[in-house]
């Protein structure tokens, strides 16, 4: 069978119904991997044994309860750690680590009978935009494979993309879902920061990173959000509040509400393509009688800057506890307790970990702590401030998730610069820590999918889902499958 045509709720009418097994689906799976992954490389493990025995206590349990997670194999990306199934960061820094417990996400997955069918591959330690800065694979685009899948979150993106799995978790620091679900022409979510526990995540920047659904629909990742979010007291900064039914008010309608379309998303930079797939799905919310107006954000040209500072000063920080003495990577032959930090540092990390962690150490040092990260740290409240001001008077933001479509595998390695500043359009959202959403937004000339980003103001993602639903009704995107 195949799930390319398939939801979460059909897998699930499904399972009901006694058409097939859960064991029979994650078989079905595993076959799918099996062809496609030689190809596309998203998976750096499989939990075969594991994830048929989670599948026949599915089976045991049955489907009476009506949760629609229950026996439905999915990915989880390989910086959320799960207990007995390695989980690397996709760096040679954590090659042979072995969890012994649990993210909460994870936890809260096996309580809703999910299969985790393995880990999934990402830029090393989630620095990066292209999943080419893994330690031991480079994952390839699902539409075109001489193309990057994007990232962090790649083999999340393109195990959905591809048909490996119906669904994957990922995680977003400055747009990790969101710009390889654009590119991959799926839904990614970044939630409210807070609404999803960070425990058990590996931290990149702890103030940014936030767990979020990867999903081919938009009721998918509605379901699959209500499913891991929650409350956690073993994370400071998850909030105590209730979590709604994100899937109730799946309704097409947007009529009455307003929607604003910041002129700075129309800049040069951005690809006339994605330009006009943008004023299209604008076109489209006023036909349903949404109101949408041109509105000006003038601090999203600091966000690039301000976000590079604030995250690689956090990561620099984060990272320190990988120095070759209690767990990680330890490099051999060293005569000194220093020459093991140093060679077990350069040795386990990759360039790019080593890149950040050189500008965030740089920027903490004395002498130009004032200059840089206190600076990053005030522009960070402008940048709050800019989305305060809008979400007073409208519901949504509208806009491009990314500036181009997925380039070309290899095509901008030596310019970090020029990757860096393909996060333009998501990093501000991390950085205001309010949610987002990539909905499939049509597809360039060359045929490679186009991301359309809906942005909430704070704890306000069913309203985003509402509208993404609407838009996603109105389109036929999600008939369209690459031919792998």
């Not at 991959?184 to 409210?192: A, E, F, L, R, S």
């Not at 000194?336 to 350069?346: F, N, Q």
């Not at 999918?449 to 909430?456: A, K, N, R, V």
Request: proline share 3%; hydrophobic share 40%.
């Amino acid at each position: 069978m195949s799930i390319f045509n398939e939801t979460l709720t059909s897998l699930h009418e499904g399972l009901v119904n006694k058409e097939f097994s859960s064991v029979e689906l994650t078989q079905a799976a595993f076959k799918r991997i099996a062809e496609t992954d030689g190809k596309v490389e998203a998976f750096l493990a499989l939990n075969e044994e594991g994830a048929l025995k989670q599948a026949q206590a599915a089976d045991e349990k049955g489907y009476a309860d009506g949760n629609v997670l229950n026996g439905i194999p999915l990915g989880i990306k390989d910086n959320i750690v799960t207990e007995g199934v390695t989980t690397t960061a996709a760096s040679r820094m954590l090659g042979d680590f072995m969890p012994i417990y649990d993210a909460t996400v994870v936890t809260k997955l096996k309580e809703a009978g999910a299969v985790n069918v393995g880990k999934l591959n990402m830029d090393e330690f989630a620095m990066g935009g292209s999943t080419e800065n893994s330690y031991y694979k480079k994952t390839k685009n699902a539409w075109d494979l001489t193309k990057v899948p994007g990232g962090s979150s790649g083999g999340s993106a393109a195990a959905v993309a591809s048909g490996e799995v119906v669904a994957s978790l990922g995680s977003d620091t400055g747009g990790s879902i969101r710009q390889p679900a654009a590119f991959n022409g799926i839904v990614g979510m970044k939630p409210t920061y807070g609404r999803v526990s960070r425990y058990g995540l590996i931290a990149f920047a702890s103030s940014l990173d936030q767990i979020g659904p990867m999903t081919r629909n938009v009721t998918d990742n509605a379901l699959l959000l209500e499913a891991i979010s929650g409350y956690d007291k073993r994370d400071s900064t998850s909030l105590n509040m209730e979590v709604p039914k994100f899937s109730a008010n799946l309704n097409g309608k947007v009529a009455g509400m307003k929607i604003a379309l910041p002129k700075e998303y129309f800049q040069e930079g951005v690809s006339a393509e994605i330009q006009e797939a943008v004023r299209k799905a604008a076109a489209q919310f006023e036909e349903m009688g949404a109101t949408v107006e041109e509105v000006s954000m003038p601090t999203l040209a600091y966000g690039i800057p301000a976000y590079y500072i604030i995250a690689s000063s956090e990561a620099s920080s984060n990272l320190q506890r990988f120095d070759g003495v209690r767990y990680g990577y330890r490099a051999e032959n060293v005569n000194s307790l220093d020459e093991l930090y140093i060679k077990s540092r350069s040795e386990g990390f990759g360039m790019e970990v080593k890149r950040r962690i050189m500008l965030g150490s740089f920027s903490l040092s004395a002498g130009f702590y004032d200059a840089y990260f206190k600076k990053a740290g005030q522009v960070r409240t402008l940048i709050k401030r800019d989305f305060a001001n809008i979400f007073a008077g409208y519901d949504l933001i509208l806009g491009p998730t990314t500036t181009t479509t997925a380039f070309g595998i290899g095509e901008k390695n030596d310019d970090p610069l020029a990757m860096y500043m393909d996060d333009l359009l998501t990093v501000t959202i991390n950085l205001a820590g309010v949610p987002a959403i990539s909905v499939p937004g049509g597809f360039s000339a060359d045929g490679m999918p186009i991301g359309i980003q809906l942005i909430g103001n704070y704890f306000e993602e069913a309203k985003i889902y509402q509208a993404a639903f609407a838009l996603e009704q109105a389109n036929d995107y999600l008939d369209q499958h690459p031919n792998l």
